[in-house]
C-alpha cells in the first residue's frame, strides 16, 4: 500500500484509485473503483474515478511538479491550494459557477471535487458549433459578482488585503507575465509562431514600437493593480458547459489583478471560435448563423456586464468614496478599457507565444490558418492600441469585423 501521508509523489491511475479508497469517505466499502487520466490541459494531470457498481464518479486533480507542456516550467504544487480556496470562495459568490470541492490535501497537492462529465469542454462544443444561448448571461453573472465582491469597493480593506496575501500566486503569475505580456511582442526563441504567418507577425507586432510600449504598461498593470479576485486563466478550455450550466473549472493562476483581464479572456476566446468557424463551416447560410450568434454573444457578454456590475454596486457598495457621483462610471469604464486590452493580449499570444489553441491548430488547411492567424493578430494589435475608445459591446464587434475585412 502506498503512503499518502508523508511525501509528496505524482499519482498514476492505479495510486489515484488508491487514494481515493484510503483517504477518502466517498464511496462505499465495496465499491469496484476504475481510474482514469484524463487531463488535458497544459499543466496538471486530472484523474476521474468511477464506482463501476453505482456509477457515481469523483475527479482528484494533481499539480505536477513541472507543467506538463514542458519541463522547463518549473510551478509550485501550491497552486492546487489556491484552486481548492478559490473554488470555495467562488461557490460562496457566485452559487452554482463552479465544482464542489470536497477535499485538499496539503501533502498529496491535489484535491478532490465533483465529476462534470454531464457537461462538456465549451472550446470543444463551439468548435463543434454548438449554441449556448444563455451563456452571455450566466458568465456576466459570475464576472459581475466574482470580480466586484472582492474588490475594494465592497470589501473591508483590511480584509481584502488578507485575501490579496493568501492568493499572492508568483509562480503561475509569472508565466502569465512571461507568454501573455511579454514574450509574444519581441522575436523571442521560446515564441511558436506557424511558418506562414511569422512574416506577418514581423511586420505587425515585432516592428511595431508603440505596441511594445503599450504591452510594456499593460504589464506593470497587470502585475500592480490588484483590483479583484481573477481567475486568471479564464479562456474557454476553463469553462464546462451544458445547456442550462456554466461550470467554471481550472482557476490555479487566480490572484489579484485587473478586473478586465477575466473579461477579455472570455471575449478573445469566442473569437477564436469565430475565427474557426468562419474556416470550417462550409454552407455559406448556416455559417453567417453561427458568425452572428457569436457575435451577438461578445456583444451580450460586455453589456451585461457592465448592467450587472453597475446594479451589483449599488446593492453591495461600503467603501464611503465610492458613491460620490461619476465614480462607479469611472470605475467601469477603466475595466472595460482593461477587457480590451486584455483580449488584444490573449488573441496575439495564443498565435505567437508558446501555448497555442485548438481553434487555431485543428484549422488543416494551411492558407485557412494563416488567415484565421492573421485576423486574431490584427484585431489584438486593435483591441490593445485602441483600448481607450472600446466601452460597448457594438465596440468589440466592430473591431472584429473591420480585421476580418482587412
Ligand atoms: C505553461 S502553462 C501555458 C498556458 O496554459 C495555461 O492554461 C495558461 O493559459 C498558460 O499561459
Ligand atoms: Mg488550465
Known amino acids: 500500500m502506498r503512503d499518502f501521508a508523508s511525501a509528496y509523489f505524482t499519482m498514476n491511475e492505479t495510486d489515484a484509485a488508491e487514494y481515493v479508497r484510503e483517504r477518502l ?104 458549433h454548438k449554441k449556448f444561448p444563455l451563456f452571455a448571461d450566466q458568465i456576466t453573472t459570475f464576472l459581475a459578482r466574482t470580480l466586484l465582491l472582492t474588490s475594494d469597493v465592497v470589501m473591508g480593506h483590511k480584509e481584502k488585503k488578507g485575501r490579496v496575501q493568501q492568493f499572492t500566486n508568483p509562480e503561475l503569475c509569472e508565466i502569465t507575465e512571461d507568454l501573455v505580456y511579454t514574450e509574444p511582442f519581441y522575436n523571442c526563441e521560446q515564441n511558436d509562431v506557424f511558418e506562414g504567418t511569422k512574416e506577418f507577425v514581423h511586420q505587425t507586432i515585432w516592428n511595431d514600437r508603440e505596441l511594445a510600449l503599450e504591452t510594456a504598461k499593460l504589464k506593470f498593470d497587470f502585475m500592480t493593480k490588484a483590483q479583484s479576485l481573477l481567475h486568471g486563466d479564464l479562456h474557454t478550455g476553463s469553462i464546462f458547459i451544458k445547456e442550462d450550466s456554466v461550470k467554471i473549472i481550472d482557476p490555479e493562476f487566480a490572484f489579484y489583478g485587473p478586473a478586465g483581464y477575466d473579461i477579455g479572456n472570455v471575449v478573445a476566446n469566442l473569437i477564436f471560435a469565430y475565427v474557426h468557424a468562419s474556416y470550417t463551416i462550409k454552407e455559406e447560410k448556416r455559417k453567417n448563423e453561427y458568425l452572428q450568434y457569436l457575435e451577438e454573444t461578445i456583444a451580450q457578454v460586455i453589456e451585461l456586464f457592465s448592467r450587472k456590475f453597475l446594479e451589483l454596486w449599488d446593492e453591495a457598495v461600503t467603501e464611503q468614496t465610492a458613491t460620490v457621483p461619476g465614480f462607479k462610471e469611472w470605475y467601469v469604464d477603466s475595466i472595460l478599457e482593461d477587457t480590451a486590452a486584455a483580449a488584444g493580449l490573449e488573441l496575439c499570444r495564443r498565435v505567437i507565444g508558446i501555448a497555442h489553441v485548438k481553434d487555431l491548430t485543428s484549422i488543416s488547411d494551411e492558407e485557412n490558418r494563416v488567415e484565421a492567424e492573421k485576423i486574431c493578430v490584427t484585431a489584438g494589435k486593435a483591441f490593445i492600441l485602441e483600448r481607450a475608445s472600446i466601452r460597448s459591446g457594438n465596440d468589440f464587434v466592430k473591431v472584429l469585423r473591420r480585421s476580418v475585412d482587412q
Not at 452559487?95 to 491535489?110: H, R
Open 25 to 128: 469517505n466517498i464511496f462505499a466499502e465495496d465499491a469496484d473503483l476504475e481510474c482514469r487520466e484524463i487531463g488535458d490541459g497544459n499543466l496538471n494531470y486530472v484523474f476521474k474515478v468511477t464506482d463501476l457498481n453505482s456509477g457515481q464518479s469523483i475527479i482528484v486533480k494533481q499539480a505536477g511538479p513541472v507543467a506538463r507542456i514542458s519541463d522547463a516550467f518549473k510551478v509550485s504544487p501550491d497552486r492546487n491550494r489556491i484552486e481548492s480556496e478559490i473554488l470555495a470562495l467562488q461557490g460562496e459568490l457566485a452559487q452554482g459557477f463552479v465544482p464542489k470541492v470536497y477535499s485538499y490535501d496539503p501533502v498529496m497537492n491535489c484535491c478532490v471535487m465533483d465529476d462534470l462529465s454531464d457537461h462538456e469542454i465549451m472550446r470543444s462544443a463551439l468548435l463543434n
